[in-house]
């Protein structure tokens, strides 16, 4: 075990410290020291001091080349990443060169390349917008134009019927080449394009921007005539630069340092801005407008570098080669096809519509009333007062002439009958409301058969209007991609959209400008045209607005030229009018289903009188046939009574006869009394009671009032004991006579 433990240890000596202390002791041999065992401790020393060195040495030199390693490595990634970089950069905008879109999508995508491959903190884009036309006003001195007529013209008052339009101004003929120039045609210099009106109309921003889309970059307005020598006018918005100097791009490193920067929020920030134009290679037009920005604190308000800014250029290129691609398909889509013939037939099957319409109201019409006759149109006169029954009149005149006999036969001492009591005039309705059923009966009729026209009218200009609307959808799809492709405004188109919208209940604010209308132009524009119930009550307010847009609206050969294709101008003004003519007919209709119902009801209620009226008169005619029997048995009554008087007054009268004859006797019978001076007391006494007998006599003379029939039996009694008294007494005054 000893020998191997001490190999190990020589083996550590000799790895160790054997090299070293080898070379010491030759350098203590080769230096022969007086102490050689000192000097091989300093020795020792020495060495490993200059082993520390050296290895410190090589250590740093080591760390120095990992350095160098590391860094070169890191360049070489950066390199790589630069180069990545920008291949995916150019990739990237050679993409955007080649998008098959709309304007609208392509800036969109270029505003996203932007941020998306840039530290800018914010990129929006503009279209260079042109003002659009104003509305029409009415005049304020022309009632006449302020009204709205059957079917007036979109750009003012209506053409009279075989009126021609006026006629188009011819061009002007083009000037001779001078001599000496060729026959070469010289070619012909584009006029620059005026930017004098135009303005910024934001239409993509990027995340956390959109308040920007709201906001429009105008000029600022001129200053006012009366402003003094110390108005400051309002500066000119830095980016107009652009249109007006005809500059590519524009760059502020710090726009605090620039005042004609304008800023969407009206607060400033520190940053740096970049401004591209993107003009249409062929013509050198801007169309567009390319920006981005590092305001702080939604960028680092730090300057862009180099690489942003020329990625920002090359961004607006790409994007102008894109926008020209699309602006030259849009153009060769509408020359491609044009919709002249379908409007066309269009309207001739509109017009044969009408005209089966109006053959149909003039062949239902009824004929012209003659002179004195009442047409079925009108109205049926009040109802008068009925006349009294003609029965009833008779009654009441013979009434009248028994009293006037009676009243005659009182006069000459015979006795008068009773006077009847005067009848009441009974009006009877009957025959008035008979009449007047007759008259609501025509009448009824005669709505019904206007309100059947009048809803065969209404169908019809609603089956116009389908056809229409029709026509309008089959082109849907081309009439939207030209619109939505569209970065300049179509005036006239415009005018006739916003009359559409009016009419569809689209807020005002949402297509202010053509920027806002974009976002109507989908299928449910053409859904909402079908739906539309034109038959509804018209808001005359929004009326007034949608007449105030297409009035405006140019001629009609103007108005196709914008789309050719479809004509959609043409033919959302033919569904305006249309809507017109179908809501005008069915406010017609309205009436006259109205007066149908009020001539309905009235029928109903004189019917119902005239029910009231025959149950009214048959109680009555029971009632007074109840009378007339009551009557008619008090009568005979009095006819009984009447004949039972008579025969009293008879005896009365025979009685009286009688007593005048005793008194004559008697009166005889004094005289010869008297002259014989005989039985003057005998007579008187006689007298006395002949007078006593003769004034009952007289009494029993007079007619018996009404209800004294039962005491004529009494009288009669009395009157032939008066009569046998008489007898008696004369025949008493006979004998004394004797």
């Not at 050969?557 to 003519?581: C, H, W």
Request: net charge negative; glycine share 4%; charged share 30%.
């Amino acid at each position: 075990m000893a020998p191997t433990q001490a190999g190990h240890d020589t083996a550590y000596l000799k790895e160790t410290v054997g090299e070293a202390l080898a070379r010491g002791c030759a350098a203590a041999i080769s230096a022969q020291p007086n102490d050689p065992v000192e000097y091989l401790g300093l020795w020792l020393l020495k060495y490993v001091k200059n082993a520390e060195v050296e290895g410190n040495f090589y250590r740093e030199r080591q760390q120095d080349l990992q350095k160098k390693k590391d860094r070169l490595v890191k360049e070489a990634q950066s390199e790589q990443a630069a180069k990545s970089v920008a291949l995916t950069r150019k990739e990237a905008a050679d993409a955007l060169a080649l998008v098959t879109a709309e304007p609208r999508e392509l800036l969109e995508a270029a505003v996203k390349l932007v941020k998306q491959h840039t530290a800018a903190g914010a990129a929006y884009a503009a279209v260079v917008a042109e003002p659009e036309e104003p509305d029409w006003v009415a005049p304020e001195d022309d009632e006449a134009a302020a009204v709205e007529t059957e079917d007036e013209a979109a750009g003012g008052a209506a053409l009279a019927e075989g009126e021609e339009p006026p006629p188009e101004p011819e061009p002007e003929p083009e000037a001779a080449p001078e001599d000496g120039e060729g026959d070469a045609p010289a070619p012909k210099i584009p006029r620059p394009v005026d930017y004098s009106k135009k303005y910024f109309a934001y239409v993509a921003a990027s995340a956390g921007q959109e308040h920007v889309l709201e906001a429009d970059l105008y000029r600022p307005a001129p200053p006012p005539e009366d402003a003094d020598e110390d108005f400051k006018p309002e500066p000119l918005p830095y980016s107009f630069r652009v249109l007006d100097e005809k500059l590519p791009m524009l760059y502020v490193p710090n726009v605090a340092a620039e005042e004609r920067v304008k800023f969407f929020r009206k607060f400033p920030k520190i940053g740096s801005y970049q401004a591209c134009g993107v003009a249409l290679p062929a013509s050198g037009e801007f169309k567009a407008l390319l920006a981005a920005d590092t305001l702080f604190p939604e960028g680092s308000g730090q300057p862009l570098s180099a690489d942003d800014r020329d990625f920002v250029w090359e961004v607006s290129q790409s994007l102008s080669r894109a926008l020209e691609a699309v602006q030259a398909r849009a153009a060769e889509a509408l020359a491609a096809t044009s919709a002249a013939e379908a409007v066309e037939e269009l309207k001739a099957k509109v017009a044969e519509l009408r005209e089966q319409a109006a053959a149909e109201a003039a062949a239902a019409a009824p004929p012209p009333p003659a002179e004195g006759e009442e047409g079925e149109g009108e109205a049926p006169p009040a109802e008068e007062e009925p006349p009294a029954e003609e029965e009833a009149e008779e009654e009441e005149e013979e009434a009248e002439e028994g009293a006037e006999e009676g009243a005659e036969e009182g006069e000459e001492g015979e006795e008068a009958p009773p006077k009847p009591k005067k009848k009441k005039k009974v009006f009877n309705p009957i025959p008035g409301l008979q009449a007047a059923i007759e008259k609501l009966t025509a009448a009824a009729e005669a709505a019904t058969e206007a309100d059947a026209r009048a809803q065969a009218a209404v169908a019809l200009e609603k089956q116009a209007l389908d056809e229409v609307v029709a026509l309008a959808s089959s082109h849907s799809d081309a009439t939207l991609s030209s619109l939505r492709n569209m970065l300049s405004v179509p005036q006239g188109t415009y005018h006739v959209v916003k009359a559409l919208l009016h009419l569809l209940g689209r807020p005002a604010a949402s297509f202010s400008t053509w920027k806002r209308a974009h976002s109507h132009f989908s299928p449910r524009l053409f859904e909402d045209m079908a739906a539309y119930d034109a038959t509804a009550e018209r808001d005359m307010a929004v009326w007034g607005r949608v007449r105030s847009c297409y009035k405006a609206a140019p001629a009609a050969k103007k108005l196709d030229a914008e789309m050719p294709n479809t004509l959609f101008g043409s033919v959302a003004l033919m569904y305006i009018k249309q809507v017109r003519r179908v809501a005008r007919k069915a406010v017609l209709q309205r009436e006259l289903a109205a007066k149908l119902a009020k001539a309905q009801q009235d029928l109903a209620d004189k019917q119902a009188a005239l029910v009231e009226a025959e149950r009214v008169k048959a109680e009555r005619e029971a009632e007074e046939a109840r009378l007339a029997a009551e009557a008619e048995a008090a009568a005979a009554a009095e006819a009984e009574a009447a004949a039972r008087a008579a025969a009293e007054a008879e005896a009365a009268a025979a009685a009286e006869a009688a007593a005048e004859a005793a008194a004559e006797a008697a009166a005889a019978a004094a005289e010869a009394a008297a002259e014989a001076g005989e039985g003057e007391a005998v007579a008187e006494r006689e007298a006395a009671p002949a007078e006593a007998e003769a004034a009952p006599a007289e009494g029993e003379a007079a007619p018996p009032a009404e209800g004294e029939g039962e005491a004529q039996p009494a009288q009669e009694g009395s009157n032939s004991s008066s009569s046998s008294s008489d007898s008696s007494s004369s025949e008493e005054s006979k004998a004394a006579a004797e």
